[in-house]
């Protein structure tokens, strides 16, 4: 879902969206397993895997984003989650829960956004299919319900489809590049004395993450922390260790992103991108190593 102190400044950057992301008639993601329709007279932009719909006699905008919610309980309290430190934009839920579908929540709320006053409506879907859902928000200007925003949603929710999400060909690209590897990523600080006698220090992590064939993962890290005079000097070592499953997934219309699932249950996900080569995770290097690399090896035979 979209949290509320993102709505203002998101539907500001799909109303300045480029002509050559707009839709005028339907919207179709098979890679994420769904598609919905763009009202007549409305016009549909995509950005950063949000799209916004608008009309020019209409002051507001409607904003339909993804969520990863499988179950009614988490979605509502997701939604429920209004921002309570944030005088500029302090919202307030209008009215009772309500389900117009079995797998649908609806809510109204109304306050201020950026100091400006709103009217806020929207509908979280769960899919049926597998994949991720859908949450529609209309947003409106002023202190009460914009009928044609409204319908403008409500039009976009009746023609919402799910389907079985269909894998763009990078995700198995990307694990077939992963498969049976070690991605290494390496930090480095040190800051030296500034002054005759005084401290300086550095500190050096490493992280290890062997993604073995069969979906199995074991990550290391370890960090080193030095500090120093020209009378003394002291150090510390830390590490921790986990083990899990990891897969390839979709990440948008067309990315893809490394999932871990550890033991402990915590989940961890990166975005994957390919610079000339070199191997990013959510935007830092790491370095991929195979079978035939040594030490620098995965150790997928323990």
């Known amino acids: ?26 919207v179709d993601v098979p890679s994420l ?10 016009t549909g932009m995509e950005q950063q895997g949000a799209w916004g719909l608008v009309k020019e006699d209409v002051a507001g905008t409607v904003i339909i984003s993804t969520h990863e919610h ?8 997701d939604m429920t989650a209004l921002p309570t430190d944030d005088p500029a934009n302090s919202i307030q839920q209008v009215g009772p829960v309500r389900h117009p579908y079995p797998n649908a929540i609806e809510l109204d709320f109304k306050g201020t956004m950026e100091w400006q006053p709103v009217w806020i409506g929207t509908v979280g879907m769960i899919s049926n299919a597998g994949g991720p859902g859908l949450s529609i928000v209309a947003l409106g200007q002023g202190t009460e319900p914009n009928l044609p925003l409204l319908e403008a949603a409500m039009s976009v929710i009746e023609s919402v489809r799910f389907t079985q999400p269909v894998a763009p060909p990078v995700v198995e690209q990307w694990r077939a590049h992963l498969t049976g590897t070690r991605l290494t990523y390496i930090s480095s600080y040190s800051s030296p004395s500034t002054m005759a006698g005084g401290l300086g220090g550095g500190m ?4 290890t993450l062997d993604l073995c064939p069969g979906g199995r993962f074991t990550r290391k890290a370890g960090s080193d ?3 120093g005079s020209a009378d003394a000097s002291a150090a510390s070592v830390s590490g921790s260790q986990g083990t899990g499953s990891w897969d390839v997934l979709t990440d948008g219309p067309e990315g893809a992103r490394l999932e871990l699932r550890a033991n402990d249950g915590s989940i961890s996900s990166y975005t994957l991108e390919d610079r000339n080569g070199g191997t990013f995770l959510q935007g830092e290097r790491w370095f991929r190593t195979t079978g035939g690399d040594g030490e620098n090896a995965p150790r997928c035979d323990q």
């Open 225 to 227: 922390l030095t500090l």
């Open 33 to 42: 397993g769904f598609s919905f329709d763009i009202p007549a007279g409305w």
């Open 204 to 207: 050096s992590t490493q992280i």
């Open 1 to 26: 879902m979209i949290r509320f102190r993102l709505l203002v400044p998101l539907a500001l950057f799909l109303l300045n969206a480029s002509a050559s992301a707009q839709f005028v008639k339907r």
């Open 70 to 77: 499988k179950t009614l309980e988490g979605l509502e309290k």
